[in-house]
């Protein structure tokens, strides 16, 4: 029984951010409020009361990182590891490779606020939804740019009834699936630098990634508290 048209969804949503609008969407990590224009990254910035040096990250799927994230293959199959493998999000940051149509049509500011030293962060194993908005992306090369569905330092929600109304009222579709899968965690994605597996931010099933990259991988993460790894 299918209980979403995501791919109905996705293609309704990609249709208001590729026409300047806003929406909020779901992803296994909480919702997330996205936009492809400067405009609506503007307006999302000023809902969230974000600072404009925090950045942004790339709505990502499998393909997209294979093209965009600039890395080698012993980072492409961690990654693979984690996401496919055992089916963990993870946000991801790598170096981009800046030739790409979709960096190519990035206004300037927009590419200034979602890009750091050369790298870009793209959400992967984030839930279909998520992985169905970024092959869209993908095929249009038209960049969506999100972050969390909150005011900023708010948390991140889980449920649409739990986002504040000033989030709620700057976008233009919200899609509520519900309460999502990892709400036990009250936090967003765990994100690894890919170029030599520092984390970026503990989050999501960090302790299950570390566990299966020791594994798999003999990588040791460094844990929360700055403690030896």
């Not at 404009?52 to 990250?57: Q, T, Y």
């Not at 233009?172 to 597996?197: A, F, H, N, P, Q």
């Amino acid at each position: 029984m299918r209980l979403f048209d995501v791919e109905a969804d996705a293609a309704r949503v990609f249709d208001v951010v590729a026409n300047g609008g806003v929406a909020i969407i779901p992803t296994h990590v909480g919702y997330a409020i996205v936009g492809a224009t400067a405009a609506a990254i503007r307006r999302v910035f000023a809902a969230k009361r974000r600072r404009p040096s925090k950045l942004n990250a790339i709505t990502g799927c499998r393909e997209l990182h294979d093209e965009l994230h600039d890395i080698d293959e012993h980072a492409r199959a961690v990654v693979a590891a984690i996401t496919e493998a055992y089916d963990l999000p993870l946000g991801t940051v790598a170096p981009f490779r800046t030739d790409h149509p979709m960096i190519a049509r990035l206004d300037p500011d927009i590419l200034a606020q979602t890009t750091h030293e050369g790298t870009v962060a793209m959400l992967l194993g984030g839930g279909p939804f998520l992985e169905t908005l970024g092959r869209l992306s993908r095929r249009h090369q038209l960049a969506v740019i999100g972050s969390s569905a909150n005011l900023s330092l708010h948390g991140t929600k889980f449920r649409v009834q739990d986002i504040e109304p000033e989030i709620v009222a700057a976008a233009d579709e919200i899609l509520d699936y519900g309460l999502m899968r990892w709400v036990c965690y009250g936090k967003s994605s765990t994100m690894l630098d890919l170029r030599d597996y520092r984390v970026v931010r503990y989050g999501v099933c960090f302790e299950l990634i570390d566990d299966l990259l020791q594994r798999h991988f003999g990588i040791r993460l460094a844990p929360p508290g700055g403690g030896q790894g």
